[in-house]
């Protein structure tokens, strides 16, 4: 598979009034042409901000430094996604949360995503452009594409609204789509046929997806691969079949422990709390929580091991025959 995207060695620091809070610390992340990666763990572990970073949109007073920050070949490590688009036309397509938050409750659906068109695309005829949106609500499954255009976001469901987001993200032409935890402000049904949806477009159309979520039911569905944030570090990497049969990291066990399943009886619950990120721990930062914390773990950050199906950073990961 090509590579598309690749973080490598960032970090991320941000002021607050308690000092800095170091939010990503040497992260590394990498997104193959037409894959959909996730990103997942608790909150407060950086999934949201290495999105922001690959947008282009953290907020200001972030201090960014690392090795690259890469798109095709192209590090923009500083810069993101605004200055990729000015520098090659590389656009980013981005799928929020929250919907009815994402769109102007003053005007039509059909007017904000021709805005999207006149960002993109320059000038484009009237016809024309509502063409193009009619075609592209009609792929997202949408029904009556030109009377959704006329509404206004409180007339239509919230899936319905979704739906409009990705066909405006898809309007842009990306090569990539960052999704924000896209699924969790809807209902168990509307979530399966979104995340389907998107599925189905992303390798259609050979566009990247970076999925964030804390739904560990919602990345099986969805991704091709996962990557586990604890802590603004990255824990373990993996094709998304390796990592729900035998997860490597300590950490990634426990969220797969802690996760809902039929018959299993009651999840189990992770002890401890992520930690304060203005003073984190040294080493690997999970260690203060790890039952399988070494010596090491306190003093060291473990290395990337492993392949490139299923890599892990700790000194004594899970044994194959023991992970689930």
Same mark, same amino acid.
């Given at each position: 598979?090509?590579? #598309?995207?690749?973080?490598?060695?960032?970090?991320?620091?941000?002021?607050?009034?308690?000092?800095?809070?170091?939010?990503?610390?040497?992260?590394?992340?990498?997104?193959?042409?037409?894959?959909?990666?996730?990103?997942?763990?608790?909150?407060?572990?950086?999934?949201?901000? %290495?999105?922001?970073?690959? #947008?282009?949109?953290?907020?200001?007073?972030?201090?960014?430094?690392?090795?690259? %920050?890469?798109?095709?070949? !192209?590090?923009?490590?500083?810069?993101?996604?605004?200055?990729?688009?000015?520098?090659?036309?590389?656009?980013?397509?981005?799928?929020?949360?929250?919907?009815?938050?994402?769109?102007?409750?003053?005007?039509?659906? =059909?007017? !904000?995503?021709?805005?999207? #068109?006149?960002?993109?695309?320059?000038?484009?005829?009237?016809?024309?452009?509502?063409?193009?949106?009619?075609?592209?609500?009609?792929?997202?499954?949408?029904?009556?594409?030109?009377?959704?255009?006329?509404?206004?976001?409180?007339?239509?469901?919230?899936?319905? #609204? !979704?739906?409009?987001?990705?066909?405006?993200?898809?309007?842009?032409?990306?090569?990539?789509?960052?999704?924000?935890?896209?699924?969790?402000?809807?209902?168990?049904?509307?979530?399966? !046929?979104?995340?389907?949806?998107?599925?189905?477009?992303?390798?259609?159309?050979?566009?990247?997806?970076?999925?964030?979520?804390?739904?560990?039911?919602?990345?099986?569905?969805?991704?091709?691969?996962?990557?586990?944030?604890?802590?603004?570090?990255?824990?373990?990497?993996?094709?998304?079949?390796?990592?729900?049969?035998?997860?490597?990291?300590?950490?990634?066990?426990?969220?797969?422990?802690?996760?809902?399943?039929?018959?299993?009886?009651?999840?189990?619950?992770?002890? =401890?709390?992520?930690?304060? %990120?203005?003073?984190?721990?040294?080493?690997?930062?999970?260690?203060?929580?790890?039952?399988?914390?070494?010596?090491?773990? =306190?003093?060291?950050?473990?290395?990337?091991?492993?392949?490139?199906?299923?890599?892990?950073?700790?000194?004594?990961? %899970?044994?194959?025959?023991?992970?689930?």
């Amino acid at each position: 598979m090509t590579e #598309l995207v690749r973080v490598r060695d960032v970090s991320v620091d941000f002021p607050s009034p308690g000092g800095t809070a170091k939010v990503l610390d040497r992260v590394n992340l990498a997104i193959g042409e037409g894959e959909i990666v996730g990103l997942v763990g608790e909150s407060g572990c950086g999934k949201t901000t %290495l999105a922001r970073l690959i #947008l282009g949109v953290l907020p200001k007073g972030a201090a960014v430094r690392g090795e690259a %920050l890469s798109f095709a070949g !192209q590090n923009v490590l500083g810069g993101g996604a605004e200055e990729l688009r000015v520098r090659g036309g590389f656009s980013i397509g981005f799928v929020p949360q929250e919907p009815r938050a994402a769109l102007s409750p003053l005007f039509p659906i =059909g007017t !904000q995503a021709r805005e999207i #068109l006149r960002w993109s695309h320059g000038r484009m005829r009237a016809g024309e452009a509502r063409r193009r949106i009619a075609e592209m609500f009609a792929r997202v499954q949408l029904p009556d594409p030109q009377a959704i255009m006329r509404r206004y976001p409180h007339e239509v469901s919230g899936g319905q #609204l !979704q739906r409009v987001l990705i066909a405006m993200a898809l309007l842009l032409e990306p090569r990539l789509i960052v999704a924000d935890e896209p699924t969790t402000a809807l209902d168990v049904t509307i979530q399966a !046929q979104i995340l389907t949806l998107l599925r189905r477009l992303a390798h259609e159309q050979r566009v990247a997806v970076l999925f964030t979520t804390h739904d560990l039911g919602a990345a099986w569905e969805i991704c091709d691969r996962i990557t586990v944030m604890y802590s603004g570090q990255e824990a373990e990497s993996a094709a998304v079949e390796a990592f729900f049969a035998r997860p490597r990291h300590p950490y990634a066990g426990l969220l797969l422990g802690s996760m809902p399943r039929p018959g299993a009886g009651l999840p189990e619950s992770i002890g =401890g709390a992520v930690p304060n %990120l203005v003073t984190p721990p040294p080493g690997c930062r999970f260690h203060p929580r790890c039952p399988r914390a070494l010596p090491a773990c =306190g003093t060291q950050r473990p290395p990337a091991t492993g392949s490139a199906t299923q890599s892990v950073r700790c000194h004594n990961p %899970l044994p194959e025959r023991d992970a689930a």
